[in-house]
T-cell receptor, first 113, second 110 residues
Framework: DAKTTQPTSMDCAEGRAANLPCNHS???????VYWYRQIHSQGPQYIIH???NNETNEMASLIITEDRKSSTLILPHATLRDTAVYYC??????????????FGKGTKLSVKP | ETGVTQSPTHLIKTRGQQVTLRCSSQ?????VSWYQQALGQGPQFIFQ???????GRGNFPPRFSGLQFPNYSSELNVNALELDDSALYLC?????????FGSGTQLSVL
């Protein structure tokens, strides 16, 4: 699975968009980009995933560059409850192989009033 | 609400003892995975179970073992506890696309 690189920390003003970058230059053609987040004292929470196309759901948008070497997670209107560590993970999506996620240190996002 | 519950929430053990952590998942979660998270680090994959058999393991010694039961519950067993085993232990139920994590068991080894 691809190695990912993320900034250690970021700040965002409440109500503004939070844009979290991730580099995955070694990603292979069959690896998806997954995002999870972990709010303090809780287990990680799935946010979104994608392969080539941009994706959007009720939580966030995922923008993947055409060469797939990097991506950006966008929280359109950040709230204080979005303060968390955000993990970008490269993963081959075979049925039943979802268990072995390789978490790095992630990006600590602080949303400030 | 993830549909994954873990017990107990906190546990204190002594070095050399054995511990069993429990997890209950929900119908539709066809895999169960366990992770160890040390303070300030990301979760580390321990192993995964599918249809009650281990089908993937991270870099953990054999004293870490597990069971998965037909009713979507599972256990993590750790023998001969060491001080470095102190961590948050997370269980996750999985579908083909995503994992649903419980809130974890905080284990302290003294």
């Amino acid at each position: 699975d691809a190695k990912t690189t993320q900034p250690t920390s970021m700040d965002c003003a409440e109500g503004r968009a939070a844009n979290l970058p991730c580099n995955h230059s070694t990603i292979s053609g069959n690896e998806y980009v997954y995002w999870y987040r972990q709010i303090h004292s809780q287990g990680p929470q799935y946010i979104i995933h994608g392969l080539k196309n941009n994706e959007t759901n009720e939580m966030a948008s995922l923008i993947i560059t055409e060469d797939r070497k990097s991506s950006t997670l966008i929280l359109p209107h950040a709230t204080l409850r979005d303060t968390a560590v955000y993990y970008c993970i490269g993963l081959r999506n075979y049925g039943g192989s979802q268990g072995n996620l390789i978490f790095g240190k992630g990006t600590k996002l602080s949303v400030k009033p | 609400e993830t549909g994954v519950t873990q017990s107990p929430t906190h546990l204190i053990k002594t070095r050399g003892q054995q511990v069993t952590l429990r997890c209950s998942s929900q119908s539709g979660h066809n895999t169960v995975s366990w992770y160890q998270q040390a303070l300030g680090q990301g979760p580390q994959f321990i192993f995964q179970y599918y249809r009650e058999e281990e089908n993937g393991r991270g870099n953990f010694p054999p004293r870490f073992s597990g069971l998965q039961f037909p009713n979507y519950s599972s256990e993590l067993n750790v023998n001969a506890l060491e001080l470095d085993d102190s961590a948050l232990y997370l269980c996750a139920g999985g579908t083909a696309e995503k994992l649903f994590f419980g809130s974890g068991t905080q284990l302290s080894v003294l």
